[in-house]
């Protein structure tokens, strides 16, 4: 009879066998990281797109919404438009009614004044009393009561601009100031850039978003 010899692996074919498996191991959570990471950077891009398309949305569509008046001889709301680069006061009859509830068309409450403003990273919007003026009005964009509408742990807002160079009026002059002397129609042409970032731990710089839109307010009566 003949001996049978035994076989096996060696050392090194052990050895060999590990770093490849290790090898295979490594590529695979290599793989699986970065598609992990990929997958938030672009959940926080979504997210910071809907942040600033939101806060975008209601800028519009409260601001097409000032002056209106049910009354339509009464032009005193576009008493009530002021701004600066970063804050913008405005106007409209919401209610048309007394505190008693009985009709009073083209009366103004004082929660019919509103806002928006850049402050820490965020934009605030505001309902208050209080008559705007030239400084914008008591409250002002530096105090009263306002809200945050946007949340920074989405978005950081490092840029909210309203640019008036757009309006004009009957007579050609453009900007918001130039208005208040003029008569019969004015139109208010408002461009607002919104820019934002959002904190990415992998990357080196924060990825930045930037849109704008335009809104035009149109008003037979002038601002004063």
């Known amino acids: ?47 910071l797109n809907q942040e600033l398309r939101g806060a975008m949305t209601m800028m519009v569509d409260e601001l097409k919404r000032h002056g209106y008046s049910s009354e339509s001889t009464n032009s005193d709301f576009m008493d009530d438009f002021n701004a600066s680069s970063s804050c913008v006061r405005y106007s409209y009859d919401e209610t048309n009614r007394s505190p008693s509830g009985s009709e009073v068309d083209g009366a103004r409450d004082d929660d019919e004044r509103f806002g928006f403003k850049l402050e820490n990273s965020t934009i605030e919007w505001t309902r208050s009393g209080g008559a705007i003026g030239s400084t914008l009005g008591s409250p002002n964009c530096d105090n009263g009561s306002w809200t945050a509408i946007t949340d920074p ?33 004015s139109v208010y042409e408002i461009t607002i850039t919104l820019t934002g970032t959002t904190d990415l731990p992998h990357s080196s710089t924060d990825p930045r978003r930037t849109i704008s839109e335009t809104v035009r307010i149109r008003n037979e009566a002038p601002k004063n």
């Open 1 to 47: 009879m003949f001996n049978k010899k035994q076989t096996g692996i060696t050392l090194i074919e052990m050895m060999i066998a590990m770093v490849l498996g290790l090898f295979v191991t490594a590529v695979i959570i290599t793989v699986f990281s970065t598609n992990v990471r990929s997958s938030t950077e672009s959940i926080k891009m979504i997210r």
């Open 153 to 185: 742990n989405l978005a950081n807002i490092t840029t909210l601009n309203f640019d008036f160079s757009g309006s004009a009026n009957i007579n050609g002059t453009t900007g918001l100031d130039t208005l208040s002397a003029t008569t019969d129609t």
